[in-house]
T-cell receptor, first 114, second 116 residues
Framework: DAKTTQPPSMDCAEGRAANLPCNHS???????VYWYRQIHSQGPQYIIH?????ETNEMASLIITEDRKSSTLILPHATLRDTAVYYC???????????????WGLGTSLAVNP | DAGVIQSPRHEVTEMGQEVTLRCKPI?????LFWYRQTMMRGLELLIY????????DSGMPEDRFSAKMPNASFSTLKIQPSEPRDSAVYFC??????????????FGAGTRLSVL
């Protein structure tokens, strides 16, 4: 699976959009981008994933560049409860025989400030 | 569904003692994962099961660690004997592996283990 690079920390003002970048320059054509977050003292929580197109759900939006070498997770109106470590993970699609491992980096520690 | 359930939430033990961590995956999920998280090493996959069968245990640090999944609704991670360097938060996660599923891993709240 491709390696990802994220800034170690970011700050965001409450109510503003939080834009978390992720570089995955070695991504291959059929690898998906997944985002999880981990709030302090809790287990990681799935946020969103995508392949080529931009995706949006009730939690966030995922913007993937046309060359797929980077992506941005957008929390449109960050709240104090969004303070967490955000992990960007790249993995192959699930076909028979594919390894199910997710390779977790150190993520981005997002602090949402009042 | 109640989600992935882990017990105990906290465990404090002395070096040399046996420790058993427990996990109940989400009903219907056919993949189960055990992770360990420390400040120094982040989140590490220890082992995962598919349909109760261990698929990849390459992350298990040494023979002191063992994991079992006797049925679809229960798994254990055992450390015997425990050492202070085993102190960490241990997470269990489960996912649905059928074709077309999104491969989302759902995590439990974790067990914080302290070995004195």
């Amino acid at each position: 699976d491709a390696k990802t690079t994220q800034p170690p920390s970011m700050d965001c003002a409450e109510g503003r959009a939080a834009n978390l970048p992720c570089n995955h320059s070695t991504i291959s054509g059929n690898e998906y981008v997944y985002w999880y977050r981990q709030i302090h003292s809790q287990g990681p929580q799935y946020i969103i994933h995508g392949l080529k197109n931009n995706e949006t759900n009730e939690m966030a939006s995922l913007i993937i560049t046309e060359d797929r070498k980077s992506s941005t997770l957008i929390l449109p109106h960050a709240t104090l409860r969004d303070t967490a470590v955000y992990y960007c993970i790249v993995r192959l699609p699930l076909n028979a025989g594919n390894n199910r491992k997710l390779i977790w980096g150190l993520g981005t520690s997002l602090a949402v400030n009042p | 569904d109640a989600g992935v359930i882990q017990s105990p939430r906290h465990e404090v033990t002395e070096m040399g003692q046996e420790v058993t961590l427990r996990c109940k995956p989400i009903s219907g999920h056919d993949y189960l994962f055990w992770y360990r998280q420390t400040m120094m090493r982040g989140l590490e996959l220890l082992i995962y099961f598919n349909n109760n069968v261990p698929i990849d245990d390459s992350g298990m640090p040494e023979d002191r660690f063992s994991a079992k999944m006797p049925n679809a609704s229960f798994s254990t991670l055992k450390i015997q004997p425990s050492e202070p360097r085993d102190s960490a938060v241990y997470f269990c996660a489960s996912s649905l592996g059928r074709r077309g599923a999104k491969n989302i891993q759902y995590f439990g709240a974790g067990t914080r283990l302290s070995v004195l």
